[in-house]
């Protein structure tokens, strides 16, 4: 069964670059079926999408954070991987990885990785 | 970007009732909509895809539907297990967004 792991630090300190990777097991991340996404949900609020990584390497992110983010991916190893410069508060949030189906969605998800930015 | 509309944004209904819950895109998505169930301290969950597509293992109680841009997802007998937070998603363009969520709570 398909499983996906977040790590990473949980606390960065502002102005800082946040970096997590996802480690996907049970399955291949090479398929022209899927996308490998990072979503985010800053405490008590919604869920946004941060961006996506095809398996051919081709990324899609939100404009709201586009200037920020980087979004990479390691095939061989079954990793991609977020990084998410200039932080501040605003970006505390639990972080999510997930993979996306072509025309179906989010059908798997990691369990959630809580990330804090403070000094 | 499009952005997609939930309503309400509390429910408060009792067990063993049928509940609807409503989804607005602002412009056409055709039907490359999902709905996500999320509980207190958990990821979210996939329940229906392509708007009206239960995802596996999604009980039969939970059921989707579409009219233009208005979407629907609903409940046909409120579950104990079914009180939490439901969101919208657009997958038709970039970026992918996400409705603000409805909260199905006991009444």
């Known amino acids: 069964q398909l499983q996906l792991q977040e790590s990473g630090p949980g606390l960065v300190k502002p102005s800082q670059t946040l970096s997590l990777t996802c480690t996907v097991s049970g399955g291949s991340m090479s398929s022209s079926d899927y996308y490998w996404a990072w979503i985010r949900q800053p405490p008590g609020k919604g869920l946004e999408w941060i961006g996506s990584?095809?398996?051919?390497?081709?990324?899609f992110y939100n404009p709201s954070l586009k200037s920020r983010v980087t979004i990479s991916a390691d095939m061989s190893k079954s990793q991609f991987s977020l990084k998410l410069s200039s932080v501040t508060a605003a970006d505390t949030a639990i972080y999510y990885c997930?993979?996306?189906?072509?025309?179906?969605?989010?059908?798997?998800w990691g369990q959630g990785t809580r990330v804090t930015v403070s000094s | 970007e499009i952005v997609m509309t939930q309503s309400p944004a509390t429910l408060s209904v009792s067990p063993g009732e049928r509940v609807t819950l409503s989804c607005w895109a602002s412009?056409?998505?055709?039907?490359?909509l999902a709905w996500y169930q999320q509980k207190p301290g958990q990821a979210p969950r996939l329940l229906i895809y392509?708007?009206?597509s239960r995802a596996t293992g999604i009980p039969a109680r939970f059921s989707g539907s579409e009219s233009g841009t208005e979407f629907t997802l609903t409940i046909s007998r409120l579950q104990s297990d079914d009180f939490a937070v439901y969101y919208c998603q657009q997958y038709n363009n970039w970026p992918w967004t996400f409705g603000q969520g409805t909260k199905v709570e006991i009444k």
């Open positions: 412009q056409s998505i055709t039907t490359n």
């Open positions: 997930a993979r996306h189906v072509y025309a179906i969605g989010l059908d798997h």
């Open positions: 990584i095809f398996y051919d390497g081709r990324t």
């Open positions: 392509d708007a009206s």
